[in-house]
């Protein structure tokens, strides 16, 4: 059974940084890939980025200039480095494991970013 954790999330200040990290357990396909999403306050969930098995990364045109995905393999962790955070990013987090015979979904991780 695979299962996907969020951690990192917390009450930061804007201007700040914060990363967070998704730990993904459990056996998993190799044409799947970890997919950072968020929900803000009365919006749609937003793709925010995406990195493959094979470690190849995509992140979002209006976040690459401030978030970066990256993975530790040893660890099994897919974390997405935040920086210059505004209030606008406030909202749950969510990894997903996407690509497989199912998706899996995270519980997902506040982030409040006070202004």
């Known amino acids: 059974q695979v299962q996907l954790v969020e951690s990192g999330g917390g009450l930061v200040q804007a201007g700040q940084s914060l990363k967070l990290s998704c730990k993904v357990s459990g056996s998993v396909s190799s044409n799947t890939a970890v997919n950072w999403y968020r929900r803000a306050p009365g919006k749609e969930r937003e793709f925010l980025a995406s990195i493959t098995r094979a470690g190849n990364t995509f992140v979002a045109a209006a976040m690459r200039r401030r978030f970066t995905i990256s993975r530790d393999t040893a660890k099994n962790t897919v974390d997405l480095q935040m920086t210059s955070l505004q209030s606008d990013d406030t909202g749950v987090y969510y990894c997903?494991?996407?690509?497989?015979?199912?998706?899996?979904w995270g519980q997902g991780t506040q982030v409040t970013v006070s202004s």
């Open positions: 997903a494991l996407l690509g497989g015979p199912r998706d899996y």
